[in-house]
């Protein structure tokens, strides 16, 4: 399959190599020149470490044009970060065309954004736009062109826009990660299994002391105590809360199965949170006010849960504290810089209508 991976971080080069070494045709997009000539120079290779060892894997092509990356591809993976997907979506929107389905593991809802500024742009291709609960890879680059993956992905609850082309997409995804997709309807479905928002703000702020004082931490091991660990499932309870008055079904993928030894797998499978602090690539430099667990998981992700919750009539204390303290830490306003239904502009909208857009899409 031809699949085109936007972006530079740890899930694209993950993306990238992973999915080039399952044989499937991968383009790689990056506005970085430098870095993109550089890569061409290294031969378009991403160099692959996991338990197996290591593997070279050989791109199609690595470009900065968005037409080219895109065109033809019947899966477009955009791993990036929510910050990103205003940009992504506006060089996106000329070259998207019928029958290809974008994929954003996970999205904080973008999806939706994606679609509507591609809609506003004039095109009307048929198109499906997906999200997912977490990255398909627990992976961390450690050079140029070299990215290490701890963990894959097992179960990846997956929700499409609109949900009338669910079949179509979910086939489509679903060949690029075999056994893996789980449907859980609309993309606000999905959105609400997005783990970033629940595990990354109480790390974040609960550990903000020794962030600031040591010269590298891993919040992941050291600053996952049980505390941490309480505040984490109270605050994963509010989103299950919020998923249940929407009238979305279980599983939900409670929080707490990620670290649980028995029970039901969580998206990672088990024993993937030992192997991630194992593997020691998440002990690093983390400036609160730059960090994306900040900017993306604490100032957009929980400013969405938060007018969803809104809208669903459920409280939540938790979501509203983090979001409050993350904001006042970096001297913003998270509430109101962040992403809501509001600013995607869905304010207007009850339950019912919005469920209606999300099942049918623009006309």
Known sequence: MRIAVLGGGNGSFAAAADLALAGHQVRMWRRDVGAVAAHRAAASTVGLKDFRGRHNATLDLVTTDMGAAIGGAELVVCPTPAFAQVDIAGLLAPHLADGQVVFLPPGTFGSFLLAKVVWQSGNHSRLAFAETGTLPWL????????????????????????????DHALDVIGRAFPGAIEPCGDVLSGALMNAGPIIHPPLIVMNAGPLEHFDKWDIHNEGTQPAIRRVTDALDRERVRIREALGYGAPHFPLADHYAAVGPEWMYGRGSHDKLTKSGDWRERIVLGQHRYMLEDTRMGLSFLASVARLAGVETPLVEAFLAIGGAICGDDFAKTGRTLASLGLAGFDRAGLQALLREGFR
Request: charged fraction near 25%.
């Open 139 to 166: 992976a961390r680059k450690q050079g140029l062109h070299e990215v290490q993956v701890s963990a894959r992905g097992k179960r990846l609850p997956t929700g499409v826009f609109p949900l009338a082309r669910a």
